[in-house]
C-alpha cells in the first residue's frame, strides 16, 4: 500500500507538471459568413479596377494613335498659293507714280494726290456766269459737278481700300504660313487636342480677315456701279427733259419762227426794179 501510494503520487505530480496543449476547435459560423463577404468585395474591386485598368491604357493608346502624325503629310498636300506684288508702272510725267502709291500703301491722303494727279481736274463754274443761268441749266450744271465728286469720293476709297489689302497681304502671307507649317508638323506637342483647337480659331480668324477684306473690295465694285448707273440715269433724264422742254415750248417757238418769217416776208419789195 505504501508502494502504490507513492507511485500514485508520482504519477498525478507528474500530471501536474506537463501543461494542457490540447483544446477543442470551435465553428463560428457568423464570422465565417463576415470573411466570406469581404472577400467577395475584394474580389469585385480588383475586377473593377481591372477594367478601369484596360480602359485607361485604351484610352491613352488611342490618345496616343490620334497624335501620330502621317510622316508624308506635308509632302501629299502641301501647295503653293499665288502671293500679292506691289504694283509698278511706267511715270513718264509725273503723274502716275502718286497712283501707284496709294495703290501699294493705302492711305487716304496719298489716295487723294493720285487722283489729283491722274485725273483731269473739273474746274469750279464762274459764279456770275453760273447765276445768270436759268434754273435748268444751273440744275444739269450742279448735276455734272455732282457726278465729279462723287466719282473722286468712290475712286480715292477704292484706291484705299486695294492700298491696304496689298500692304498687309506679306504679313497675312506669313501667318497663313506659319499656319500651314504648324499644321504639317511632326511635333507631338503640335497635335496636342489644345494645339489642334488653337490652330482652328487662328484659320477661322484668318479667314475672317480674309473675308473683310473681300467684302472691302466688293463694296469698292458696288461703288464704282452705282456711279456708272447713276451716270446712265442722268444722261437718259437730261434726255427726258430736254424732250419734254421742247415738246412745252414748240407752240411758242413756231409761234415766233412765223412772226417773224411773216415779218420778213412783208418787208421784202416784189418791185420789177428789184426794189
Keep these: ?19 494542457a496543449h490540447a483544446q477543442w476547435a470551435v465553428f463560428d459560423a457568423a464570422n465565417y459568413g463576415k470573411a466570406v ?22 484610352a491613352y493608346n488611342l490618345a496616343h494613335s490620334m ?12 501647295a503653293e498659293f499665288s502671293q500679292w506684288t506691289n504694283l509698278s508702272a511706267p511715270n513718264t510725267y509725273g503723274n502716275t507714280s502718286a497712283w501707284i502709291k496709294a ?8 489716295a487723294s494726290a493720285a487722283y489729283s494727279q491722274a485725273i483731269v481736274q473739273l ?7 453760273f447765276s445768270a443761268l436759268d434754273n435748268a441749266t444751273q440744275a ?16 480715292t476709297s477704292a484706291l484705299t481700300a486695294l492700298g491696304q489689302i496689298r500692304l498687309h497681304s506679306e504679313s497675312l502671307s506669313q ?18 487636342e489644345m494645339a489642334v483647337l488653337g490652330k482652328i480659331n ?27 448707273q447713276k451716270q446712265m440715269v442722268d444722261a437718259g433724264n437730261r434726255t427726258m427733259n430736254q424732250a419734254i422742254s421742247f415738246q412745252r415750248n414748240f407752240p411758242s417757238n413756231m409761234q415766233k419762227i412765223t412772226s417773224g418769217a411773216s415779218q420778213s416776208l412783208a418787208g421784202i419789195s416784189f418791185g420789177t426794179n428789184g426794189q
Design 1 to 19: 500500500m505504501k508502494r502504490l501510494s507513492l507511485t500514485t503520487l508520482w504519477i498525478v505530480s507528474l500530471m501536474a507538471a506537463i501543461p
Design 37 to 58: 463577404a469581404e472577400y467577395s468585395e475584394l474580389q469585385q474591386m480588383y475586377t473593377t479596377a481591372s477594367q478601369t485598368r484596360d480602359q485607361v491604357i485604351q
Design 67 to 78: 497624335s501620330q502624325m502621317p510622316q508624308n503629310l506635308s509632302q501629299r498636300y502641301e
Design 103 to 110: 495703290l501699294n500703301a493705302g492711305n487716304s491722303q496719298e
Design 123 to 129: 474746274s469750279p463754274y464762274p459764279s456770275g456766269d
Design 140 to 155: 444739269t450744271v450742279k448735276n455734272q459737278y455732282a457726278t465729279s465728286e462723287l466719282a473722286q469720293g468712290v475712286t
Design 175 to 192: 501667318q497663313i504660313s506659319n499656319l500651314e507649317t504648324d499644321s504639317y508638323s511632326d511635333d507631338p506637342a503640335q497635335q496636342s
Design 202 to 228: 487662328a484659320a477661322n480668324i484668318v479667314q475672317l480677315h480674309s473675308q473683310q477684306d473681300t467684302n472691302q473690295l466688293l463694296s469698292a465694285a458696288v461703288e464704282q456701279q452705282m456711279l456708272a
